[in-house]
């Protein structure tokens, strides 16, 4: 089965903006995403920002974490979760 | 209470004012005065019940929590020494430390405790490590004092600890590719405290937000300032400090009065945290240091949030503040070139040193060389590093040289211009690149490794690490990624991986960083 399409999207600006050069392959749907420091504080801001955006969704204060935003999976059942379409 | 100088007002205040708050989590558990003295005494009986003696180094490897203080304070009680680790950094990275600084015992909890307890049986090192089930709160400290089963005596403590011996070891990135510690003797902190109590009249009302974490010195003001001042402290764990939207919301509605971070926490609360919408409430003086703080960021928070004081202060780890530069309302944002450093704190001589040996003249750069009270005594266990860190004059005056790049202009003011060697500041925290070099190199796959940085168009410092191959198998940036969460801080990690057959050499031999750090490895 493909990825869905909002998995697709962050994969793409995660790659794009925090890993240049990088095979898309080397990205899984599973590949912790902030434990690794692929994402760090900062970058975690921005793909919230870019979240927010694309989907016209609204993340609150306690939701920029772990929990909710690690693997390109968490990040899709969270957008989908604010009633995002991917 | 002891006779560590730095917990009189500790006791002062649990004896006068026992209830009032000293310490408030996140969650909203509050600690008093009275209660967290109390702490300390029983946690201090209980070190020296398992053979903490004077001078001891105690690691305290606990999140942000009332616990990691009431340890920090039971450590200092005994005449121990307090070495703050990063519970969110590698194991292997806080072992070394340890080991480094030849800890008697590690006070640690969670799950990252457990991992450093495995880490630490696995180097054979000979230490305590005492694992508190639960953290937050006081709980688990109270857990463990009652384990523990030492009987309380209220005894009292020994001799008044000497103004020089050490409070505690702040390892920073060392050059020669392993973290290096800085000891931090009473007396500088003392200094360091009189010097903030002065400028900036602290008083019970006030709230300060503790941000930086421990093992960061920015914390000696969050902790002792406080402290002296029967102040409250609202203590910003790992689930909080990197969330600009908590923290903005968190400065009205908690009703903080003072804040000192980095400007990268700041910057970050402008960009992700609506600042600009938000009430700054109480709000009356807002400190930062540890990097450069770029004026466009600078102008917009000092307009959204008009009303409090804003100061820039210097000083690198091993010296703490030592000049300050109050934001006048008038500052003219356009006009000047950068944020000055400002002029020497009290009780401070700065020196710009040309780079012939004599007194630098105004506008002219040269390195910035210290004479400060605050100080430290040297690097723990290197007396080659502490030789060339710290140089007496012909009056015995102790000088450190900073490393540090600053002019002094005709009004006497000081202006900072960045670094003589290799060491680099990326969001307030300092990187010895060497220090990243030395933890890529044991990569299998990897041959040579060099690190550059370039500043890019938001004006973050970007690491980037050249690599060349051991043999034809090329590891992905992620698999490098997570090698390096496993050896590093996250704060370390390079943001770019560049693989390279070889690396471009100067006509001298040596790797040509300049040719490597103008590059774009993206492209």
């Known amino acids: 089965m493909s990825d869905s399409a909002i998995v697709e999207a962050a994969r793409q600006f995660i790659l794009d903006r925090f890993l240049p050069g990088e095979a898309a392959g080397a990205l899984t749907p599973t590949t912790p995403l902030i434990s690794t420091g692929i994402l760090d504080s900062l970058s975690v801001l921005e793909l919230v920002t870019f979240l927010e955006n694309r989907y016209s969704i609204e993340f609150a204060a306690h939701e920029v974490d772990r929990a909710h935003l690690d693997t390109l999976v968490a990040i899709e059942s969270t957008v989908r979760q604010k009633g995002g379409r991917g | ?523």
């Open chain 2, 1 to 523: 209470m002891s006779g560590n100088a730095l917990l009189v007002a500790l006791a002062e205040h649990a004896r006068s004012s026992p209830d009032a708050v000293f310490l408030v989590e996140m969650d909203g558990r509050t600690t008093t005065y009275g209660a967290l003295a109390s702490l300390a005494t029983r946690i201090a009986e209980t070190l020296r019940e398992f053979g903490v003696r004077p001078g001891d180094r105690v690691g305290v490897h606990l999140r942000k929590s009332v616990d990691a203080v009431a340890a920090i304070c039971g450590i200092l009680h005994a005449e121990g020494i307090y070495v703050p680790l990063d519970a969110a950094a590698p194991a292997a990275r806080s072992a070394s430390i340890l080991v480094d600084c030849g800890a008697r015992a590690v006070l640690t909890g969670g799950p990252s405790g457990e991992v450093l307890r495995q880490e630490l049986a696995a180097l054979d090192a000979a230490m305590q490590v005492h694992l508190l089930t639960g953290v937050g709160g006081g709980a688990g400290i109270q857990e463990w004092l009652v384990q523990s089963g030492v009987p309380v005596t209220g005894t009292q403590g020994g001799h008044p600890t000497s103004p020089d011996s050490a409070a505690c070891i702040l390892y920073t990135s060392g050059s020669t590719g392993g973290p290096k510690g800085v000891v931090i003797p009473v007396r500088a902190v003392e200094s360091f405290v009189q010097w903030a109590i002065a400028s900036f009249a602290p008083n019970p009302c006030d709230r300060v937000a503790s941000h930086a974490p421990f093992h960061f010195d920015l914390s000696i003001f969050d902790l002792f300032v406080p402290m002296r001042a029967g102040a409250s402290v609202l203590l910003l764990d790992d689930s909080v400090v990197a969330n600009p939207r908590l923290l903005v919301e968190c400065i009205a509605s908690r009703g903080i009065t003072i804040w000192y971070s980095t400007p990268t926490t700041l910057r970050m609360l402008l960009d992700h945290g609506r600042l600009e919408e938000t009430p700054s409430g109480a709000l009356r003086l807002v400190l930062f240091a540890g990097e450069v703080f770029p004026l466009p960021q600078l102008r917009r928070l000092t307009r959204a949030w008009p009303a409090p004081r804003y100061c820039n202060l210097y000083g690198p780890t091993e010296t703490n503040v030592v000049t300050w530069f109050e934001v006048p309302p008038d500052f003219d944002f356009d006009r000047e070139p950068s944020l000055p450093i400002g002029e020497p704190c009290a009780g401070v001589i700065v020196m710009v040193e040309a780079d012939c040996g004599g007194m630098a003249g105004a506008g002219e750069v040269g390195e910035l060389l210290i004479c400060s009270p605050t100080t430290m005594t040297g690097y723990w266990n290197r007396p080659d590093l502490t030789a060339r860190a710290l140089q007496k004059d012909s009056q015995e005056r102790l000088w450190y040289k900073t490393g540090d790049l600053a002019s002094r202009d005709e009004r006497g003011v000081l202006h900072f211009h960045g670094r003589r060697d290799r060491m680099i500041k990326r969001r307030g925290y300092r990187i010895e690149l060497a220090e990243i070099e030395a933890a890529l190199s044991h990569h299998p796959q990897l041959g040579a490794v060099v690190t550059s940085t370039r500043v890019d168009s938001r004006g973050q410092t970007v690491i980037v690490a050249h690599v060349t191959l051991r043999g034809a198998e090329r590891p992905s940036v992620v698999d490098l990624k997570k090698y390096c969460s496993a050896h590093l801080p996250l704060w370390m990690i390079p943001d770019q991986f560049e693989v390279l057959h070889s690396f471009p050499m100067t006509s001298t031999g040596k790797v040509d960083l300049q040719s490597l750090g103008t590059r774009d490895p993206g492209s």
